[in-house]
């Protein structure tokens, strides 16, 4: 009789374990008095939750950023100068009051610099370090072709504007401003998500080398003219300013955070801050299938 | 044991059976669930490289960010809370616009609206939607409360309620401080109405070249020593003005050539000016907040802040850190 009841006290053990809820943090100390007014105390544990549900995920998710950016990136002279440089405009824009900001906040200039500033550079050159890394796979899904493009509301200018370049007698910043086009004339990069110019133009340029010279396209509807010249259609002869043009892609920014949330083993064990991230930026669940799922519906 | 197998076999089986099911039920009922993990006795929120986060380290993060204006915050709805009773007209008020704000998010955010606005309601601590009302009722006590300081403190602030006529520059003048024999002609055009008979409303509407003012009689508003959204030599001729007067014409570099008429220099008088303009008889209830709403919503939006640690100390405020309460103070712009 001793081993059953042995062998039901434990089946009773392990349906304790059933129905477990998902894990959640408290803080320690969450009852601790920061201040009282009257008969009412605020605590920690009131400050905590009121933080955590207006900037708790804003706050870790850039945290774990700042974590990962300040092993990949390391911080160089010109940061320290950009940094410098943005405080300095902050200053001058906001007068007493920014300065009076960081006092409030327990912050000298020196800490904003280097507890703010740097870390959001950091950050930006994370997603430039992930491009060159994977430029050649990224270059190949949204093919980058540098050219200059023209557009003219009518043939006459159009026309007029491609003699004057193919006999060299203008710049396309000129041929551009004295046809009546608002056309800078300077090199872009165009991209399978380019959305800016016609169709029948965007085709040109898809299939045309930089041997073709200047190309006179009407658009589909007829009431537009181009004039496309395609520079390089070698992304490596570009390849920063394909970069600069491709970096605000959200799902290069997407799968460069996923990169390196993984590489860098991110995990997140307090339910509350996993569901807000979910909702925020699910990007950076990297534990589970589910946060892959939503990454690759982007 | 195995004698007690064979001679029970049929309870063995219903053991194995129930053990079987069990431990099925226990893997179905956790599976996908977040698991915890703890570091030094301390649950972790999260982990990077390695390092763990705890709630301590979230927190100290967060409170670096924020934590000054949440405590803050927490402080002032602490003390409208305790300093000022919920009225019935804030009730009726706080019904009112909760249905409006809850109308605007559903139209704006669509069916999944409660969910924004418990997030941003949750964010100045409240549990959530549920709670609109009750943070409404709270914004109208801060209210009532600064409108209440700023009425015991009315000389001292040099509360003011004044009107006023404009009269531009003439194209080209660079506002020298004597008027163009032009800018002169419009002057006298308004003194003239105003000999006549004509009230100063009436002479505004008529005159002012003001567009935004002159449709409304010239009333500005109420402004008082700590308004710094105004043309100085506008606001030093205001403050100086007794109820009733009119300005003698006031030049500003800014603008052109003000007068100006004080409408209200007492709380009696505001109170009766605001009535008058809103139709409002002596039976019908208004809140102090209604008579000063000029005020404390565009000319002097900092005091509040006063109003609210002034009230605070009468109700008594302690901090645990000095260092804290040095912070606050400088955050709501007290001196310390």
């Not at chain 2, 039920?25 to 929120?45: F, H, M, P, Q």
């Not at chain 2, 303009?277 to 209604?290: P, V, W, Y």
């Amino acid at each position: 009789m001793n081993a059953m009841r042995k062998v039901i006290s434990a089946g009773c053990a392990l349906l304790l374990l059933a129905g477990c809820k998902d894990a959640s943090v408290t803080l320690p100390g969450s009852s601790e008095v920061i201040a009282t007014v009257g008969n009412q105390s605020v605590t920690k544990g009131d400050l905590y939750d009121v933080l955590f549900a207006s900037i708790g995920s804003d706050t870790a998710a850039s945290d774990a950023l700042n974590a990962i950016s300040a092993q990949e990136i390391e911080v160089t002279d010109e940061m320290k100068e950009s940094a410098q440089g943005t405080l300095d405009m902050y200053n001058l824009l906001y007068g007493d009051s920014f300065s009076e900001y960081l006092s409030a906040s327990g912050m000298s200039d020196e800490d904003y610099i280097n507890d703010y500033l740097i870390p959001s550079l950091q950050s930006e050159e994370l997603v430039t370090k992930y491009m060159e890394e994977h430029f050649t796979a990224i270059a190949e899904e949204y093919n980058p072709i540098q050219a200059i493009v023209l557009t003219f509301t009518s043939q006459e200018d159009a026309s007029a504007a491609l003699s004057a370049l193919k006999d060299g007698s203008l710049t396309p910043a000129q041929a551009a401003s004295e046809n009546n086009s608002s056309s800078s004339g300077s090199e872009e990069i165009i991209t399978i998500n380019t959305t800016s110019y016609d169709s029948a133009a965007l085709s040109v340029i898809r299939s045309a080398s930089s041997d073709d010279g200047w190309t006179e396209v009407t658009s589909t509807d007829g009431a537009t003219w181009y004039l496309v010249n395609v520079v390089s259609n070698d992304p490596n002869e570009f390849k920063d300013d394909a970069i600069a043009a491709l970096s605000n892609i959200t799902k290069i920014t997407n799968a460069s955070t996923d990169y390196y949330f993984r590489k860098y083993g991110f995990h997140v064990y307090d339910i509350n801050l996993y569901n807000a991230l979910k909702d925020s930026n699910p990007e950076m669940l990297v534990q589970d299938s589910a946060a892959e799922e939503v990454f690759a519906a982007d | 044991m195995n004698s007690f197998i064979k001679k029970n076999w049929f309870v063995s089986l219903l053991v194995v059976v129930f053990a079987v099911i069990s431990v099925y039920y226990i893997y179905d009922s956790n599976k996908g669930k977040l698991k915890g993990k703890t570091a030094n006795g301390e649950g972790v929120v999260y982990s990077i490289n390695g390092e763990d986060v705890t709630a301590t380290g979230l927190y100290d993060s967060m409170y670096k960010n924020n934590g000054t204006a949440a405590l803050a915050e927490a402080i002032t709805r602490a003390v409208a809370d305790q300093a000022v009773e919920t009225t019935d007209l804030m009730k009726d008020n706080a019904a009112s616009q909760s249905t409006s704000i809850l109308n605007n998010y559903l139209s704006t955010y669509g069916s999944d609206y409660r969910t924004t606005l418990d997030a941003q309601l949750q964010g100045l601590g409240y549990a959530g939607t549920d709670e609109l009302e009750a943070y409404l009722i709270n914004y109208f006590k801060q209210s009532e409360l600064t409108a209440q300081y700023a009425e015991q403190h009315y000389d001292d602030l040099k509360i003011r309620n004044v009107s006023y006529i404009l009269i531009k520059f003439e194209d080209g003048n660079s506002g020298e401080g004597t008027p163009t024999e032009d800018e002169q002609a419009r002057m006298d055009a308004v003194d003239e109405a105003l000999a006549s008979g004509k009230t100063f409303e009436e002479a505004a509407a008529e005159f002012s070249e003001d567009a935004s003012t002159a449709s409304n009689g010239g009333v500005l508003g109420t402004l008082d020593a700590n308004t710094t959204t105004l043309d100085s030599a506008f606001q030093q001729a205001s403050l100086s003005l007794k109820e009733g007067e009119i300005s003698d014409w006031v030049y500003s570099e800014n603008f052109g050539y003000f007068l100006i008429q004080c409408n209200a220099s007492t709380p009696e008088g505001l109170e009766a000016f605001y009535r008058a303009q809103n139709g409002l008889t002596e039976d019908i209830e208004i809140s102090k907040a209604g008579i000063y709403d000029s005020l404390l919503s565009s000319y002097d939006t900092t005091l509040v802040n006063q109003a609210i640690w002034d009230t605070a100390e009468e109700l008594g405020i302690s901090f645990t850190d000095p260092d804290t309460e040095a912070a606050v103070k400088q955050y709501l712009g007290l001196e310390d």
